[in-house]
């Protein structure tokens, strides 16, 4: 049985690095799949998932991936077609757990994300807004939602912050 059967795709360049080389994708699904997600959340060890919110993040293989009930966003992508290729292929994975989910053992568990205040220590807090925020407590919660990345904080790149880099890395699991 198919759960998704198509998506409309929207690419979508990082705000903090406009006519950047690489892209966020985004699948607008044609059908709710909240109920796939904690067969996903049991089949991957290395999601986070909050079911109160009904959002799970998944890394693997170097790229990003968000679902929510209607809308699953990957990333990074160098190009409209490694875009698309990638959301295909993780449709296929959330059709493929929808099938096998007789065989999957679903988790509600809510793994240990960092709290937004845990990743906003480790940031600069000089809300310069070069990484498309507003202040860095915004940023802060969209690198835990998973809508950016660390790459979009341009101080982190400065050699005085490689030890925040690293330690916010290690709790991003980035």
């Not at 705000?15 to 996903?40: F, K, M």
């Not at 480790?122 to 809300?127: D, E, I, T, V």
Request: overall charge negative.
């Amino acid at each position: 049985m198919t759960l998704i059967r198509g998506f409309d795709m929207e690419l979508v360049s990082p705000a903090c690095h406009p006519g950047a080389d690489r892209w966020s994708a985004q699948a607008h699904l044609n059908v709710d799949i909240s109920e796939v997600l904690p067969y996903l959340n049991g089949r991957f060890d290395e999601a986070d998932y909050d079911d109160a919110a009904k959002v799970l993040v998944l890394q693997t293989g170097g790229k990003k991936y968000a679902f929510r009930p209607t809308v699953i966003s990957a990333a990074p992508a160098e190009n409209r077609e490694e875009a698309y290729h990638m959301l295909q292929e993780i449709v296929e994975l959330v059709n493929d757990t929808w099938r096998k989910r007789s065989v999957i053992e679903p988790s509600l568990e809510k793994k240990a994300l960092p709290t937004v205040m845990e990743i906003y220590r480790y940031l600069p807090r000089s809300n310069c807004g070069a990484c498309g925020y507003s202040t860095c407590m915004a940023f802060a919660a969209g690198l835990r939602s998973g809508e950016t990345d660390l790459s979009c904080c341009a101080p982190l790149a400065e050699e005085r912050w490689a030890a925040s880099r690293r330690s916010l890395s290690g709790l991003l699991g980035a």
